[in-house]
T-cell receptor, first 113, second 112 residues
Framework: ETGVTQSPTHLIKTRGQQVTLRCSSQ?????VSWYQQALGQGPQFIFQYYREEENGRGNFPPRFSGLQFPNYSSELNVNALELDDSALYLC????????????FGPGTRLTVT | QKEVEQNSGPLSVPEGAIASLNCTYSDRVSQSFFWYRQYSGKSPELIMS????GDKEDGRFTAQLNKASQYVSLLIRDSQPSDSATYLC????????????FGKGTKLSVKP
């Protein structure tokens, strides 16, 4: 197992609601990335945080937002939930420099009804 | 558009055989490539990384990289039923601010 933890494990929300997912990075890792994995697809990059600032973002709308805290833990917030937001949300951590190996947490399964 | 392509499978091999998984990537900029294993209902687990042309071996796993052909492969020798999973190929783009681009994954089934 990696040292990356995520909570909660599962979550059921209604369309239009807001959700917050949490992640604690592996010890020594200062960069946290979030990915969305729909059923049958590979993970898709949402955004990345380093030194408490977003420093990279994929093709996701602004209602996907995040935070990173001084201890390198992170939150993913999604507003105005849509049915298509139902997916496995993965947090990955790494150290800043090469070789850029990323280690994933167990994920949060979000279901939007 | 940066893309990573994989055959979705399923790929079925008998126990003890060699499983060969392939992946191509669209953008020559990437220098770092990774293979992740994902069991059903679980998160991806990093099993191999490769950065230079040629082969890299780790136990029963061998990763191969050919930058000229933009091709990455993973060989699993002496395949076991416990190797049955989806294998995700990923390319890293963007340096210190970069991120992984994943293929859709190849589902491998090892039959006893």
């Amino acid at each position: 197992e990696t040292g990356v933890t995520q909570s909660p494990t599962h979550l059921i929300k209604t369309r239009g609601q807001q959700v917050t997912l949490r992640c604690s990075s592996q010890s020594g890792h200062n960069t946290v990335s979030w990915y969305q994995q729909a059923l049958g697809q590979g993970p898709q990059f949402i955004f990345q945080y380093y030194r408490e600032e977003e420093n990279g973002r994929g093709n996701f709308p602004p209602r996907f937002s995040g935070l990173q805290f001084p201890n390198y833990s992170s939150e993913l917030n999604v507003n105005a939930l849509e049915l298509d937001d139902s997916a496995l949300y993965l947090c990955a951590s790494r150290s800043t420099g090469s070789p850029y190996e990323q280690y994933f947490g167990p994920g949060t399964r979000l279901t939007v009804t | 558009q940066k893309e990573v392509e994989q055959n979705s499978g399923p790929l079925s091999v008998p126990e003890g055989a060699i499983a060969s998984l392939n992946c191509t990537y669209s953008d020559r900029v990437s220098q770092s490539f990774f293979w992740y294993r994902q069991y059903s209902g679980k998160s991806p687990e990093l099993i191999m990384s490769i950065y230079s042309n040629g082969d890299k071996e780790d136990g029963r796993f061998t990763a191969q990289l050919n930058k000229a052909s933009q091709y990455v492969s993973l060989l699993i020798r002496d395949s076991q039923p416990s190797d049955s999973a989806t294998y995700l190929c990923a390319a890293f783009y963007g340096g210190s601010q970069g991120n992984l681009i994943f293929g859709k994954g190849t589902k491998l089934s090892v039959k006893p």
